[in-house]
């Protein structure tokens, strides 16, 4: 989306434009995601696994399907592509924290990728104006954090064996540190932008 910047004949936009850019179909369907979080958590605890790969499944096709159509009927906004992050963020914490607490995800995981989120919204703000673009890595987490869950609420409701559960905390352990990578390469892009944006300062125009 193009950045505009004010001119003579600009005019802030008043409080209904703005609530009627936000209220769209699009953000509708992310909201479904954020709506299901608690409820998807509390399936997980109380093994209610039905439910669970329901709105796991559900969540997934939101995430799928939510950008397109935002594109498809021009709702793209940056408030519908924080509440995207969003959403996601917050299922797939409370899934993993829901797992975590059964030994079968990493205990880490949940709350690294709810740190990995508030850092890309402190870095957003902090950069106003510039762009900072997300690694490769940070968008290969983000989808690889749905595959542990995806695949024991998957397993457990239809009653398989495998995969183990030893294999989704091996999967896990490797989000750990894959994260805590993103997040210093993340960190590291933003010292150096800063520290770009100082000396573009300093020399004038």
Same mark, same amino acid.
């Given at each position: 989306m193009p950045v505009r910047f004010p001119g003579p004949d600009s005019r802030p936009a008043s409080e209904s434009e703005t609530g009627s850019r936000r209220l769209t179909f699009s953000n509708g369907l992310t909201s479904l995601r954020l709506? %299901?979080?608690?409820?998807f958590c509390w399936s997980l605890a109380n093994d209610e696994t039905t439910l669970a790969v329901v #709105?796991? !499944? #559900? %969540?997934v096709v939101s995430d799928l399907v939510d950008g397109r159509v935002a594109r498809a009927r021009g709702e793209t906004t940056a408030f519908g592509g924080l509440l995207d992050h969003a959403a996601d963020a917050t299922f797939v914490s409370l899934g993993l924290a829901a797992l975590a607490t059964q030994g079968r995800v990493p205990l880490a995981l949940a709350p690294l990728v709810a740190v990995a989120f508030v850092q890309y919204v402190v870095d957003s703000r902090s950069? %106003? *104006?510039?762009?900072?673009?997300?690694?490769?890595? *940070?968008?290969?987490?983000?989808?690889?954090?749905f595959v542990p869950i995806g695949a024991i609420v998957t397993?457990?409701? #239809? *009653?398989l064996a495998r995969p183990a559960d030893a294999i989704a905390m091996r999967?896990? !352990?490797v989000l750990v540190v894959s994260t805590v990578i993103s997040m210093l390469s993340r960190a590291w892009a933003l !010292?150096?932008?800063r520290k770009t944006a100082s000396v573009d300062i300093s020399a004038g125009p």
């Open positions: 709506l %299901a979080a608690p409820v #709105l796991f !499944w #559900l %969540a950069l %106003a *104006g510039r762009s900072l673009r997300p690694s490769s890595l *940070g968008r290969l987490n983000g989808i690889l954090y397993r457990d409701a #239809l *009653g999967i896990g !352990w !010292w150096r932008a």
